[in-house]
């Protein structure tokens, strides 16, 4: 057991863990996790008692995001399906329906996800943040999504229609690498009207009802 | 009829009624831990306690801090009648189905 003030996990992961967190419970579960640090972890691993408590800090942000990421990784990889198994003819400078649609409910999606990361944790960071993880989240579940499909449907025919529709690199990792600016700055956006919106309702007031 | 518990729920809600007075966050997730005999994120507990909380099951409040907390304050929990009345179905309603079954099980006869 250690109760020494210096034995701390790593700042930037604290930091983390508080900007995604509801103001009620900010103090109370930091706590909670660098009371278990101190006192169980840190004598037990060790050295290996920061990979712990980064563990621990990670599952929080992704309870946070994870609804926001996999409706964008659904977005794209309903899209790459459509694309290829239902393929329309693309023509420069005309943006066709499909892409205005899937554009605007990705969009929709960064920024309803940071608004609503700001809103529930009162921190523009933490809208900001949220955005991040959400659009690489989304992008990973999107290439993942997109190599479990091809492992379904990988016949010529669906080859010349992938080819037809940008290609694999571009569905693979081209689009979820080129989102991410995207996603953060709508997300940037969502998360200011999100912020806002926690300073107008006054979220910020810790839950201290009595028991 | 009271909510019907899942076996995570029921365990971090039994957690609080044996640690009484000192149900917090931190010790719940121990005890979940020593009576689950598995490691436990932080994270799941405290999502089921927010659940709990959510369902009106059980209630909480803040506490005070310790240094080895760096001050920050601990949130206690209470269970509500309607989490006891929960807690009680869950265990009636597993003790019904296995009514008239010896426990350990023998291994089942074969078709063959």
Redesign the interface.
Known sequence: MT?D?STLPPRWAESLLRMMLRPA?R??????????Y???IVPALGARADRWYV??VG??VL?ATWPWAALAGGILVGRYLLDTLAPVQYTRGIRHPRSTIMSWALIATYALGGCWQAWRTARLSGGIVGAFVTTALGGALSSLGTVLCLAVWHDPQMWRAIQGSGGIEEALYGVPLMLVPVGVLVGTVGATFGRTAAAIYDVSK?????? | MADVLGAFEQAVLLAIVRLGDDAYGRAILKEAQARLDRDIAAGAVHATLDRLEHKRLIVSRLGSGTPVRAGRARRYYRPLPAGIRALNDARAAVDHIWRGLKWPLVKARSFA
């Open positions: 109760d003030p419970d103090e109370s579960i930091s706590g909670d996790l660098l009371e278990e101190r006192q169980s563990r621990q599952w929080y309870r810790p839950n201290t009802k009595s028991a």
